[in-house]
């Protein structure tokens, strides 16, 4: 039989004042100093033991009386922060078996093993399966972390604190040449026995080890990815005055420097050696290390199970000491809501998990029990969603539709599992294509939010880069679009619909381009000269230098006396010189260009309207 532990909560406050209840309901217990959660995609959940054991709660709630895993003997699990510390289990467990762990070995150093599940009974690892990915030396017993991941790429990811004792004396996370203090990412389904992803931030940098992902954390026990959104959540315990929440957005390309130790939480820690304040990436939530707040954070996860929809898209964390619980979640407006949701005796709360589903469970090392956070309610059906199906730019956004709200919800819009916006707006235009979603949000304490609808794709413009070529007289634009429109000197050119068109006079010419979804962009625009000097009267025209020092030389004869204009302009005909000369047969002057810009410029000849550009120069 489950206990339900009541949390009657101010919860989720945000714009709005929804308040549902929060319950820790007991799951499982008679565990011994459990340290991790995970869950390997089927029902079960695999519990962590600090001493290094690894034991099952089946798809029916039962704990299964042998370990998973048995590897005490290899674990040094004597200090408070050492142990087997984490567990991570392969994005294609289900075919290779293979699972990772972070543990402290007998010499006090970090490991990171991989392991098998046995060939015949997949409720038992293989113990002498190990092979070890990586050893790190740690000076102090303190400040290992112990979290490992997989991210949505599906490399591995795992923390180091910053070696331990206090104020990081060796300032060991600013130390580019040291793993500890840092996040780490590597490739465990190539080389021997990992290898460096490519695009790791700074595999080509000399002077940074190449498995650095991010630099600057003291402690970072608990880290997680967003299910939905593929965000990483870093709660980094912090020194004495602040314990903060880090956050790297969907397809962040890491080498974020997290401030340690010139910067606990968001003040100033020791700046000696620093950058300056802006080189460094600080906490979206901090909050004081107090007795009466907290003394070591507890990193969660984002809530995106079905069965609670008060909790849906919050980061729910704690905090070990003090029992207290928080809701983090951007706040539609750029900004972020933290809401404190709980406020328990301390029972030391060391680490949240997910289960296959997207429910969230908490161990509380204290009581060796495993808690499941539920939120009750009767919520409102999802609502339905309609609308444009693309959008061309911010100018021209997707109007959507949310059905109507019930007597006293508004509305929260969603992209890409993300908060945009949270009030009474039924209507959402949508700027960036995404995947949208859209809840009803309950306005007052006695209402449930809803969970989100289903998810209505708006599909974004897409346009290469260059939408015009020039080979000689010849001009096209890329293929596969669904219209095309080509201009000179801003009109349309009749007939010209085609992705390709043969210039036959001198100007500027443009394309437009139409998607499939009718979004149109219009190319830079590019000068061209299609007749020969000789037609419009012009015997020779002569420059020097080329490319021109402050000015040049030219030199001019002409067929037909009169006034003449040469004129440079940039490539997209914007004339930026111009000099207007009588010409009898001959002409010699030099031009100063001294005032202009470097780069590329057209040369221009005209008279009586009719122009001819004799080369490219460059200044």
């Known amino acids: 039989m489950r206990l339900p532990l ?162 990081d004396p060796g300032n060991r ?52 990815f967003d299910r939905l959104t593929g965000g990483m959540w870093i709660a980094d315990v912090g020194q004495n005055r602040w314990e903060e929440v880090n956050y790297q957005a969907p397809g962040s390309g890491g080498g974020q420097n997290y401030g340690w130790r010139c910067y606990e939480g968001p003040d100033a820690f020791n700046l000696g050696g ?7 990436t600080f906490p979206v939530q901090s909050y004081s290390n107090t007795s009466s707040v907290g003394c070591s954070i507890t990193g969660g996860f984002v809530y995106r199970g079905s069965q609670y929809p008060d909790m849906y898209s919050y980061y ?34 060391v680490t949240f998990g997910e289960d296959s589903q997207g429910e969230l469970y908490v161990a509380a090392i204290g009581d060796g029990i495993i808690y499941r956070l539920t939120a009750p309610c009767n919520s409102p059906a999802a609502p339905a969603i309609s609308g444009d199906e693309a959008v061309c730019g911010p100018d021209e956004p997707a109007v959507l539709a949310a059905a109507a709200a019930p007597a006293g919800y508004s509305y929260a819009w969603y992209r890409d599992g993300i908060l945009v916006a949270l009030g009474a707006q039924q209507n959402y235009e949508a700027t960036e294509g995404g995947m949208y979603t859209v809840a009803f949000w309950a306005n007052g304490p006695e209402g449930c939010n809803s969970l989100p609808s289903a998810g209505f794709e708006v599909v974004g413009a897409d346009f290469p880069d260059m939408l015009i070529m020039v080979n000689g007289n010849g001009l096209s634009a890329p293929p596969g679009f669904s219209a095309y429109q080509w201009f000179l000197d801003g009109q349309p050119i009749d007939g010209a619909t085609a992705s390709a068109y043969t210039a036959t006079e001198n100007g500027a010419y443009t394309v437009q381009i139409t998607d499939a979804n009718g979004c149109t962009r219009v190319s830079e625009s590019v000068m061209l000269v299609v007749n020969a000097i000789e037609e419009v009267g012009i015997e020779k025209l002569l420059l020097a230098p080329n490319p021109f020092r402050e000015g040049f030389r030219a030199e001019l004869s002409v067929l037909i006396p009169g006034e003449w204009h040469i004129w440079l302009a940039t490539v997209d005909g914007t004339v930026a010189f111009r000099k207007k000369v009588s010409v009898e047969g001959s002409w010699s ?27 490219m120069v460059k200044l």
């Not at 040449?177 to 931030?201: A, F």
């Not at 620093?274 to 460094?280: A, F, H, K, V």
């Open 6 to 167: 009541l949390l009657v909560l101010s919860f989720f406050a945000l714009a709005l004042s929804a308040q549902p209840n929060l319950e820790l309901e007991v799951f499982a217990s008679g565990f011994s100093s459990p340290v991790d959660i995970a869950h390997a995609g089927d029902s079960r959940l695999f519990i962590v033991e600090k001493a290094g054991r690894i034991r099952i709660i089946d798809g029916s709630g039962n704990t299964l009386p042998q370990p998973f895993l048995d590897i005490g003997p290899r674990v040094n699990s004597q200090a408070s922060e050492r142990g087997l510390l984490g567990l991570a289990f392969h994005p294609d467990y289900a075919d290779n078996g293979f699972f990772f762990v972070n543990y402290t070995n007998n010499s006090g150093d970090t490991r990171i093993s991989r392991f098998s599940v046995s060939a015949g009974n997949p409720d038992q690892a293989d113990p002498n399966s190990e092979l070890v990915l990586l050893e790190v030396d740690q000076p102090f017993n303190n400040h290992n972390a112990g979290d490992l991941n997989f991210g949505p790429d599906g490399y591995l990811y795992f923390g180091l604190g910053d070696g331990g004792a206090a104020d």
């Open 173 to 224: 996370a600013q130390n580019r040449q040291t793993l500890l203090g840092k996040m780490l990412r590597i490739d465990v389904d190539n080389g021997d026995p990992y290898s460096i992803p490519e695009d790791n931030p700074f595999a080509d940098d000399d002077f940074t080890l190449d498995e650095i992902w991010a630099i600057g954390l003291r402690n970072p026990w608990r880290f997680s």
């Open 274 to 280: 620093c950058l300056p304040q802006s080189e460094y």
């Open 316 to 349: 729910i964390y704690a905090d070990y000491c003090s029992g207290r619980f928080w809701a983090l979640a951007p706040d539609g407006q750029g900004g972020w809501e933290n809401t404190e949701v709980a406020n328990l005796d301390n029972i030391e709360f």
């Open 589 to 615: 002057d030099w031009i100063d260009t001294a005032g202009l810009p470097a780069g590329n410029y057209l040369l221009g000849i005209e008279r009586d309207g009719q122009k001819v550009v004799q080369r």
